[in-house]
């Protein structure tokens, strides 16, 4: 039996290194399919093919901004959140960079939709103007809690019932 089970063992192993080896070197959770989101205002403004390069190039260099931004926040919040113990640091001015950055990053957001929307033919213009609205007005709608009501719009602070 032990002889039987042996080799069976051992091949099963064997198998599982090759998997292992095979993860870590194609890494294939990291090989992200493009987001169908990039290609929403292309379609939706029908771009030219000019247009839709020209796009391209300006979300590529938005997209690296965005990322050096959101990594600094993320270091900013670990000095933050990691200064309960120390006292040298001063949390107060962690978050006056963290509102900083966040400030800076909504005005790359601007500039980038500001620079698409310079692609834009004249007849495009309206169409883009029109989504752009929808988007922010997409953005005030919130899922309710627990299927409770959401939170009054006075933003007074009410008692629990």
Known sequence: MKTKLLPILL???LIMNGVLIYLLIKK???NRRPNP???FLTEQLQFSDNQKEQFRSLDKIHRIFMQEID???RQEKEVLFSSYSDKNINPENNITKIGTLEAKKEAEIHRFFS??????????VDMFDEIIKQALKGGERRQPNDRRMPPPRDRKV???R
């Open 71 to 73: 990594k600094e926040i």
């Open 28 to 30: 294939p959770h990291e």
């Open 115 to 124: 620079a698409v929307r310079k692609l834009c033919k004249e007849n495009q």
């Open 158 to 160: 009410h008692p629990p």
């Open 11 to 13: 091949g099963l192993l």
């Open 37 to 39: 989101n990039r290609s």
